[in-house]
């Protein structure tokens, strides 16, 4: 489960960094449609590096392009044809960069297939120095079990839900409570990793980086 944390802090740190640059597209890769948002950031910069809290992640942005166009090599929410559905992302990114008047680099992507599943982990450490520390917050994460889902699917997603600390729970970030004991409740969600890939090669092929 360490590995997992790192590697999914690891690509919190990216979807930052990539929103610091002030410019970020969002892409939805449907059956029928492909459509991109391009982001701009006004607001202050997130203060949650690690991605605890209720707001964590989050700042004020405008909308300022938008593009649509027919989904081309999509069936039911996977990546069928390669080619056409890189023409089909590379036509919607360059329409929403053109009324942007802005070129975007990093994208975070959406689509509907990869035949996701859902899993709820739990886990739980004694606190040795009686007050939460950063060092708590990793230790409790790297104890939850993680199950075994197979060969060929990979994490998407892991992310605290709820922390709790001693008798006292419905924390967001438990840091610098004190206590003896901290408990964490996670939703981990895998996906197909062929599916992934696939939509990653196209999207790369654009010459676009994903951020999320």
């Known amino acids: ?16 960094a990539a929103m610091q640059r002030g410019v970020i597209a969002i892409l939805d890769v449907g059956t029928s449609k492909i459509a991109c948002l391009v982001l701009k950031f006004d607001g202050p ?37 390669m080619a056409e559905t890189e023409r089909a992302i590379r036509t919607a ?32 450490v004694q606190l040795t120095e009686g007050q939460v520390s950063e060092h708590d917050v990793a230790r409790v994460l790297a104890a939850c079990d993680v199950p075994d889902f197979g060969a060929g699917r990979e994490v998407l997603h892991a992310h605290p839900v709820n922390f709790a600390v001693d008798h006292r729970t419905g924390f967001g970030d438990p840091r610098g409570h004190v206590g003896n004991r901290l408990a964490v409740d996670m939703h981990l969600l895998t996906i197909d990793t062929a599916a992934v890939q696939n939509l990653l090669y196209c999207i790369k092929r654009c010459d676009l980086e994903l951020a999320g």
């Open 1 to 16: 489960m360490t590995d997992l944390y790192q590697s999914q802090r690891a690509m919190r740190n990216m979807r930052r």
């Open 45 to 81: 910069e997130p203060d949650r590096e690690d991605g605890l809290g209720p707001l964590a992640g989050q700042s004020q942005f405008r909308v300022i392009g938008a593009a649509t166009t027919r989904s081309r090599g999509v069936r039911f929410g996977e990546i069928d044809a």
């Open 93 to 124: 990114v360059q329409a929403a960069q053109k009324m942007a008047q802005v070129r975007v680099d990093h994208v975070i992507a959406c689509f509907s297939g990869a035949h996701p599943r859902s899993y709820g982990l739990a886990g739980e």
